[in-house]
């Protein structure tokens, strides 16, 4: 799934003032929350954000919620956004509009959610007057017209000046704002956002923030393409043993190798899929079982396979079909499979948190765990609760 690119527009244009801008938004705006003829007309992606903001009942005086989320549902939102490896290149591609500036860094989530923030002490002093703190919410149903709501809901970069804010205690402030995607979905994964004082501004902000998003979406191409590879070198010797067509791909269905089947780049995965008999577009009905990081596809023959196998020692041995693979876990991810061999009707979060660390509130270690175990493991492993899948046989 890709999105067609919009090219940024910058609030204003090179050598107009600020100052005189400023203030015939300040008109508009005016004339615009109180339903009078407006001087002059927004810009459409300010117009159709005040409407959004309007339709969704956001009080330009008040704004929406101040409190931000709790600290442990910021934390298993940063560890589940998909954007913890990108910080470093982030900071570093802003680094020419933050240092020894008013500046502040943002990260927002796909949901508009402040994950993280980097500036000078003073510049987060401003902020926090504003709300503008880590967990709140600025998407356009909280807080109305703002780079970070208005670049998700627009899916473009978006630079906000001034009373083009839809809450009139954001008008001392400009900001400027543009999606993260992930390549290997088109979702998108958050904002990565630069605000300051609207005397701050500058044109060329809102081409540097958009260049500086798609390189970090560049560098998870790049991470992507390496997964791919590593794949590929699993899956080579099984696809060569296996003596029937067969695909390798990951766990968004982009193929990693082929063997007698016509080369494609993607299948169509289920949702939630698992080892199982399952359709896929254009290979009609296929045998899925798991590998490392992926799946292994086989259109349907009269062979018939044996169930899959997980042994736990120090090594985790899966034997599947025609192939065998192996993974050397952590100590702690040891611990989990096999208090899961132990419990084949699954154990929640919480009675895993007790049996590990004998206190039932650690949960967010818990999923966290449990969610790298998965992407290992891929449909071995079921949740609600968490366990083996019913047709894996396991030994421990």
């Known amino acids: 799934m890709t999105t067609a690119y919009r090219a940024p527009e910058p609030a204003l244009t090179t050598g107009e003032d600020p100052r005189e801008f400023a203030q ?62 990108l910080l470093d290149d982030l900071a570093h591609g802003l680094d020419v509009v933050l240092r020894d500036s008013p500046n502040i860094l943002v990260v927002a989530d796909a949901e508009g959610h402040v994950l993280w923030r980097a500036g000078t002490s003073a510049v987060r002093r401003r902020a926090d007057g504003l709300g503008f703190v880590e967990g709140a919410s600025w998407a356009e149903n ?26 009139r205690t954001h008008h001392a402030w400009t900001c400027t704002g543009a ?17 300051g004082p609207a ?25 992507h393409r390496d997964q791919l590879d590593m794949l590929r070198s699993v899956a080579a010797p099984i696809l060569a043993r296996t003596g029937r067509p067969a695909l390798a791909v ?28 399952i359709v ?23 062979t018939v396979h044996a169930g899959t196998v997980v042994t736990i020692g120090d090594v985790v041995t899966v034997t599947s079909g025609d192939g065998a693979w192996t993974h050397s876990p952590s100590p702690r991810h040891r611990d989990l499979l096999t208090l899961l061999a132990r419990h084949r009707t699954g154990m929640t979060a919480a009675e895993l948190s007790t049996a590990l660390f004998n206190d039932p509130t650690r949960t967010v270690t818990v999923r966290a765990e449990m969610s790298r175990l998965r992407k290992v493991f891929g449909g071995l492993l079921a949740t ?11 030994a421990a």
């Open 24 to 85: 015939v938004l300040h008109k508009v705006y005016d004339a615009a929350m109180t339903g009078a003829r407006l001087p002059a007309r927004p810009r459409s992606v300010i117009e159709q954000s005040w409407a959004r903001a309007l339709d969704a009942g956001v009080d330009p005086d008040i704004g929406g919620p101040a409190d931000p989320i709790a600290a442990a549902d910021l934390a298993a939102r940063r560890g589940a956004s998909g954007l913890t490896e």
């Open 142 to 167: 909280a807080v109305g017209t703002n780079a970070i709501g208005t670049a998700l809901t627009s899916g473009r970069a978006v630079q906000v000046f001034s009373a083009e804010h839809f809450v």
């Open 179 to 195: 999606p993260i995607r992930d390549p290997r979905t088109g979702r998108t994964l958050g904002v990565v956002d630069v605000s």
């Open 199 to 223: 005397s701050s501004i500058h044109p060329a902000t809102v081409a540097l923030v958009d260049s500086v998003a798609r390189l970090a979406e560049a560098r998870l191409q790049g991470a």
């Open 250 to 277: 990951d766990e968004f269905g982009w193929v990693a190798a082929v063997d007698r089947v016509e080369p494609r780049r993607r299948i169509a995965l289920p949702p939630d899929v698992s080892p199982a008999r």
């Open 280 to 302: 896929v577009a254009g290979l009609g009905l296929c045998d899925v079982e798991p590998l490392p990081g992926g799946w292994l596809v086989r259109p349907a023959g009269e």
């Open 384 to 394: 609600g609760p968490y366990r083996f899948a019913d047709e894996v046989s396991v």
